[in-house]
């Protein structure tokens, strides 16, 4: 079974993007803001953006199932206050459900999060246990940066954040450390901006301590991790400066990376650099990019085939990045493959 735990809703219907918009200019003029009950999308709306798009590509390419969450560009917390951050992010939240009804088989939902800055992250604790109890929900995306590239939030071992990961722990449900739109200018967001925070996100945890506190706790630094992998050796020798353990037994209990890699030469190097155990199979299809790489012919996100060709895993490696170590990461998406006997 081919897991792709890096699915986000790109392709939601225009409507969505329409109400967004009305909702922002209402943060000016409270007299335009819109009701929830005014963004109407059909199943059958919902169904065409999906065959037609990630599930066309999922079935061309080989791929079963996508952990799938809302657009990551557009949960923009910077924008607006928690009030429009809770609002935005339960509405995506529903979407991703009702795709995951529709196509039951083939995509589970994980939840974006009403993160607004300077808001205590305890104020998202009511949407995350409603998207797990209600909707099934198997993990959620975390922005270490809601300010959208000002970074003014502590960083993610700072107990800032521990009411997140306390219901982390309650439900053995992951996150994957994902920031959204950048808002500076100096920074791209997917070119810069998403690479800088898996980055940021790695040395980080290397700083601290956290998971003496939560040895249980499992992030997904998506992007392949950023920069670490390439500067692995930096990082060990960081590590070694800080008097910090070895980074297997420091961060590789609890830190995972994903393949959205988008050449023969970064998955080469993932898979030869970090353990095995500790990549999981992803495309973030359909993402940030979604051309063919004219050097193959292929379409770059498509990483099944670089994860193919490695010469550096066997197939009982490749099913581990496949499948097993998601259902080992995911215990709710292992759990419900188990009730559907799969």
């Given at each position: 079974?081919?897991?792709?735990?890096?699915?986000?809703?790109?392709?939601?219907?225009?409507?969505?993007?329409?109400?967004?918009?009305?909702?922002?200019?209402?943060?000016?003029?409270?007299?335009?803001?819109?009701?929830?009950?005014?963004?109407?999308?059909?199943?059958?709306?919902?169904?065409?953006?999906?065959?037609?798009?990630?599930?066309?590509?999922?079935?061309?390419?080989?791929?079963?199932?996508?952990?799938?969450?809302?657009?990551?560009?557009?949960?923009?917390?910077?924008?607006?206050?928690?009030?429009?951050?809770?609002?935005?992010?339960?509405?995506?939240n529903e979407l991703c459900y009702r795709v995951s009804q529709l196509f039951p088989d083939h995509f589970v939902p994980a939840a974006m999060l009403p993160q607004s800055p300077g808001v205590d992250p305890a104020t998202c604790i009511p949407e995350?246990?409603?998207?797990?109890?209600?909707?099934?929900?198997?993990?959620?995306?975390?922005?270490?940066?809601?300010?959208?590239?000002?970074?003014?939030?502590?960083?993610?071992?700072?107990?800032?954040?521990?009411?997140?990961?306390?219901?982390?722990?309650?439900?053995?449900?992951?996150?994957?450390?994902?920031?959204?739109?950048?808002?500076?200018?100096?920074?791209?967001?997917?070119?810069?901006?998403?690479?800088?925070?898996?980055?940021?996100?790695?040395?980080?945890?290397?700083?601290?301590?956290?998971?003496?506190?939560?040895?249980?706790?499992?992030?997904?630094?998506?992007?392949?991790?950023?920069?670490?992998?390439?500067?692995?050796?930096?990082?060990?020798?960081?590590?070694?400066?800080?008097?910090?353990?070895?980074?297997?037994?420091?961060?590789?209990?609890?830190?995972?990376?994903?393949?959205?890699?988008?050449?023969?030469?970064?998955?080469?190097?993932?898979?030869?650099?970090?353990?095995?155990?500790?990549?999981?199979?992803?495309?973030?299809?359909?993402?940030?990019?979604?051309?063919?790489?004219?050097?193959?012919?292929?379409?770059?996100?498509?990483?099944?085939?670089?994860?193919?060709a490695t010469t550096n895993l066997s197939d009982e490696q490749r099913y581990q990045v496949y499948e097993g170590n998601a259902r080992r990461v995911?215990?709710?998406?292992?759990?419900?493959?188990?009730?559907?006997?799969?």
């Amino acid at each position: 079974m081919i897991i792709d735990c890096h699915g986000h809703y790109t392709t939601a219907p225009k409507a969505l993007e329409n109400w967004r918009n009305q909702q922002i200019a209402g943060i000016k003029d409270p007299a335009v803001m819109p009701k929830v009950a005014d963004l109407k999308i059909s199943d059958d709306e919902l169904r065409e953006s999906i065959e037609t798009n990630q599930l066309r590509l999922m079935k061309e390419r080989g791929s079963d199932i996508t952990i799938f969450s809302p657009r990551a560009s557009f949960m923009a917390h910077h924008i607006g206050d928690f009030n429009v951050s809770s609002t935005w992010a339960a509405i995506c939240n529903e979407l991703c459900y009702r795709v995951s009804q529709l196509f039951p088989d083939h995509f589970v939902p994980a939840a974006m999060l009403p993160q607004s800055p300077g808001v205590d992250p305890a104020t998202c604790i009511p949407e995350l246990e409603k998207c797990v109890k209600e909707y099934g929900n198997v993990g959620i995306n975390l922005n270490p940066d809601p300010s959208g590239g000002h970074w003014t939030s502590p960083p993610l071992t700072d107990k800032h954040w521990y009411p997140i990961y306390e219901k982390m722990v309650e439900y053995d449900i992951p996150a994957m450390i994902h920031v959204s739109t950048s808002c500076n200018a100096c920074f791209h967001t997917t070119g810069a901006h998403y690479i800088n925070a898996d980055t940021t996100a790695i040395m980080q945890l290397i700083q601290g301590d956290l998971f003496k506190d939560f040895p249980t706790l499992k992030f997904i630094i998506p992007h392949g991790g950023g920069a670490a992998p390439y500067h692995w050796g930096r990082y060990r020798g960081l590590a070694q400066e800080m008097k910090k353990p070895l980074l297997q037994d420091h961060l590789l209990n609890n830190v995972f990376f994903d393949t959205c890699v988008y050449h023969q030469p970064g998955i080469d190097l993932l898979t030869k650099v970090i353990p095995v155990g500790n990549i999981l199979f992803a495309s973030e299809m359909i993402g940030a990019v979604r051309g063919i790489d004219p050097e193959t012919g292929n379409y770059y996100d498509d990483t099944k085939r670089y994860v193919q060709a490695t010469t550096n895993l066997s197939d009982e490696q490749r099913y581990q990045v496949y499948e097993g170590n998601a259902r080992r990461v995911f215990p709710r998406l292992d759990a419900r493959l188990k009730a559907a006997g799969k």
